[in-house]
């Protein structure tokens, strides 16, 4: 088999010395790769380096062919068309200045033999969904997941050979993961995608699992693989019960020996009291205990030592992939209480059902879909007091409301995310800060790491750490998917501790599986024609 990316003996690591990959070796070939892995085992890094984003400390990377890359947050100029997104703005330019009668050679140099640009552009915005976007809309004006659509729409536009995703999903409404699972199926060339979408995992034709700085490889989508990690972790354990009862075996036998040789010393110390026989062959025969009982003793011990050192080995066989444990506090708020009153709010063609006043009262649990573009994300930052449409007012009846935005732009990248948490919390002892942060994984010198430095599923948990451990404690979360850039294990263990919140939550999200995990209690629909209204349970 060739292979399309080749990773020899690559080692990097961050500015702080914070090691990421050492001496990883990993190969891509032909075909869709779903690139797994928990949060911080260098995963968006890989890509990255393979994209020439970064240069390695040492060892090489070869790409047969051109690479086309998004990265989980593309970097944008809110001033920038959707033409310039799509990579096609100067040519568009000078094919409409060539229109205007100026026939420069510089205008056809940049238009080439791309005449047609302007329809292939506008047939991959419909193929993905976007048919409504003109090419002139300034990027300021769309939502997190049409940007990401329109980002893949320019690299499916460009088709390079190598093809490099990192989240792909994220932000992105139920009918654009469609769009997007179709044309990752039916894309021809080679495919790495990093992400925790089930669905789109199951597309793929590899998993390639990055794991404590080595890459194992299984030809198959992610079903198939899970069900071989669920056969190696059965015999993992059988391995770690044969060895635990080897190793009490062994100490018993080690007790039991030394109660036999307890027994002997007794009973020759006896014989020496009584003289019974000659001094001499007394003597020799203490000799001769004292080096059988030593012979003895080192034996099982050596096999005790063996037994532990065998189930130190079966228990590392076991995955035990690290999971953030979220131990919130006590943000209890009672049934009756009133936590958020939304008035004036309108729709442009309003029907029967759209609602004008939003009240939430109580522990509800709100979960808001809706298409992208919707202005879910829009209503969310009203409800958090950042940008408040004229018209609408917003109140908020409980303290400590926490707002937890999609792109993880609440932290001081020049900080520590020991520094980050300590600005929510100015009051709050410093180790008591360590302390919950142990709980969001990030123990002893990981705390020290600056924000800057972290990868997407780490600053999440610095994120919701912050938000979490802030003064006063949270009893309204605002949460705009929340799931995007978590590993599978921690966006698991995160609808776990929601679940276990006593506070109020308004979730906006598109993943039905991990909404229908925290217990919602209340369904909301945002259209950007009709308004916001009450809708069936996904």
């Given at each position: 088999?060739?292979?399309?990316?080749?990773?020899?003996?690559?080692?990097?690591?961050w500015?702080?010395?914070?090691v990421?990959?050492?001496?990883?070796?990993?190969?891509?070939?032909?075909?869709?790769t779903?690139?797994?892995g928990?949060?911080?085992?260098?995963k968006?890094?890989?890509?990255?380096?393979v994209?020439?984003?970064?240069?390695?400390?040492?060892?090489?990377?070869?790409?047969?062919?051109e690479?086309?890359?998004?990265?989980?947050?593309?970097p944008?100029?809110?001033?920038?068309?959707?033409?310039?997104?799509?990579?096609?703005?100067?040519?568009?330019?000078?094919?409409?200045?060539?229109?205007?009668?100026?026939?420069?050679?510089?205008n056809?140099?940049?238009?080439?033999?791309?005449?047609?640009?302007?329809e292939?552009?506008?047939?991959?915005?419909?193929?993905?969904?976007?048919?409504?976007?003109?090419?002139?809309?300034?990027?300021?004006?769309?939502s997190?997941?049409?940007t990401?659509?329109v980002g893949?729409?320019?690299?499916?536009?460009?088709?390079?050979?190598?093809?490099?995703?990192?989240?792909?999903?994220?932000?992105?409404?139920?009918?654009?993961?469609?769009?997007?699972?179709?044309?990752?199926?039916?894309?021809?060339?080679?495919?790495?995608?990093?992400?925790?979408?089930?669905?789109?995992?199951?597309?793929?034709?590899e998993?390639?699992?990055?794991?404590?700085?080595a890459?194992?490889?299984?030809?198959?989508?992610?079903?198939?693989?899970?069900?071989?990690?669920e056969?190696?972790?059965?015999?993992?354990?059988?391995?770690?019960?044969?060895?635990?009862?080897?190793?009490?075996?062994?100490?018993r036998?080690l007790?039991?020996a030394?109660?036999?040789?307890?027994?002997?010393?007794?009973?020759?110390?006896?014989?020496?009291?009584?003289?019974r026989?000659?001094?001499i062959?007394?003597?020799?025969?203490?000799?001769?205990?004292?080096?059988?009982?030593?012979?003895?003793?080192?034996?099982?011990?050596?096999?005790?030592?063996?037994?532990?050192?065998?189930?130190?080995?079966?228990e590392?066989a076991?995955?035990d992939?690290?999971?953030?444990?979220?131990?919130?506090?006590?943000?209890?708020?009672?049934?009756?209480?009133?936590?958020?009153?939304?008035?004036?709010?309108?729709?442009?063609?309003?029907?029967?059902?759209?609602?004008?006043?939003?009240?939430?009262?109580?522990p509800?649990?709100i979960?808001?879909?809706?298409?992208?573009?919707?202005?879910?994300?829009?209503?969310?930052?009203?409800?958090?007091g950042?940008?408040?449409?004229?018209?609408?007012?917003?109140?908020?009846?409980?303290?400590?409301?926490?707002?937890?935005?999609?792109?993880?732009?609440?932290?001081?990248?020049?900080?520590?995310?020991?520094?980050?948490?300590?600005?929510?919390?100015?009051?709050?002892p410093?180790?008591?800060?360590?302390?919950?942060?142990?709980?969001?994984?990030?123990?002893?010198?990981?705390?020290?790491?600056?924000?800057?430095?972290?990868?997407?599923?780490?600053?999440?948990?610095?994120?919701?750490?912050?938000?979490?451990?802030?003064?006063p404690?949270?009893?309204?979360?605002?949460?705009?998917?929340?799931?995007n850039?978590?590993?599978?294990?921690?966006?698991?263990?995160?609808?776990q501790?929601?679940?276990?919140?006593?506070?109020?939550?308004?979730?906006?999200?598109?993943d039905?599986?991990?909404?229908?995990?925290?217990?919602?209690?209340?369904?909301?629909?945002?259209?950007?024609?009709?308004?916001?209204?009450?809708?069936?349970?996904?």
């Amino acid at each position: 088999m060739s292979f399309a990316i080749v990773c020899s003996d690559v080692s990097f690591a961050w500015s702080d010395g914070t090691v990421v990959l050492d001496g990883l070796d990993a190969s891509f070939g032909t075909g869709r790769t779903g690139l797994i892995g928990v949060n911080g085992s260098g995963k968006s890094t890989l890509l990255k380096l393979v994209a020439g984003e970064l240069a390695p400390g040492s060892g090489t990377i070869s790409v047969a062919g051109e690479i086309g890359y998004l990265p989980q947050n593309l970097p944008l100029g809110t001033a920038r068309t959707v033409a310039d997104l799509l990579g096609i703005g100067a040519a568009r330019a000078a094919l409409h200045a060539i229109e205007r009668g100026e026939a420069t050679e510089a205008n056809f140099t940049a238009v080439g033999d791309d005449w047609d640009v302007e329809e292939r552009a506008r047939a991959e915005l419909d193929r993905l969904g976007l048919d409504r976007l003109g090419l002139d809309r300034t990027v300021g004006t769309l939502s997190g997941g049409e940007t990401v659509m329109v980002g893949l729409a320019a690299l499916f536009l460009a088709r390079p050979g190598v093809l490099l995703l990192d989240e792909p999903t994220n932000n992105l409404d139920l009918d654009a993961r469609r769009r997007l699972h179709e044309a990752v199926a039916a894309w021809p060339g080679v495919l790495v995608v990093v992400s925790h979408d089930r669905e789109l995992l199951d597309l793929v034709d590899e998993i390639a699992d990055l794991r404590d700085g080595a890459v194992r490889s299984f030809g198959g989508n992610l079903s198939g693989y899970e069900e071989l990690l669920e056969v190696e972790r059965e015999a993992a354990e059988r391995t770690v019960r044969a060895a635990e009862t080897d190793l009490r075996k062994q100490k018993r036998e080690l007790e039991e020996a030394q109660i036999k040789l307890a027994r002997r010393a007794r009973y020759g110390k006896k014989m020496n009291e009584q003289k019974r026989e000659p001094k001499i062959v007394m003597g020799l025969r203490k000799r001769q205990a004292q080096v059988s009982a030593g012979k003895h003793r080192i034996m099982h011990e050596d096999r005790l030592a063996d037994a532990r050192d065998r189930l130190t080995d079966a228990e590392g066989a076991v995955r035990d992939d690290a999971e953030i444990k979220v131990a919130l506090p006590s943000t209890e708020v009672p049934a009756g209480r009133t936590v958020l009153t939304v008035t004036g709010l309108t729709a442009p063609e309003p029907v029967p059902a759209t609602l004008s006043e939003l009240i939430v009262r109580g522990p509800e649990r709100i979960a808001l879909t809706g298409p992208n573009g919707s202005g879910k994300t829009t209503l969310l930052r009203a409800l958090a007091g950042e940008r408040t449409p004229e018209g609408v007012s917003v109140k908020i009846g409980v303290e400590g409301a926490r707002y937890l935005p999609q792109r993880l732009d609440v932290l001081d990248d020049d900080l520590s995310v020991v520094g980050n948490v300590r600005a929510f919390a100015p009051s709050a002892p410093v180790s008591a800060v360590r302390a919950g942060l142990a709980r969001f994984l990030f123990r002893g010198a990981r705390a020290d790491r600056l924000a800057g430095s972290l990868s997407g599923g780490e600053r999440f948990r610095a994120v919701l750490a912050s938000l979490l451990l802030a003064e006063p404690a949270p009893r309204l979360l605002l949460l705009d998917e929340p799931t995007n850039n978590l590993d599978m294990a921690s966006a698991r263990q995160l609808a776990q501790a929601l679940d276990a919140y006593r506070g109020a939550l308004i979730v906006v999200s598109h993943d039905v599986p991990f909404l229908r995990t925290i217990g919602i209690t209340r369904w909301l629909r945002l259209d950007r024609e009709t308004g916001l209204a009450e809708s069936d349970p996904l």
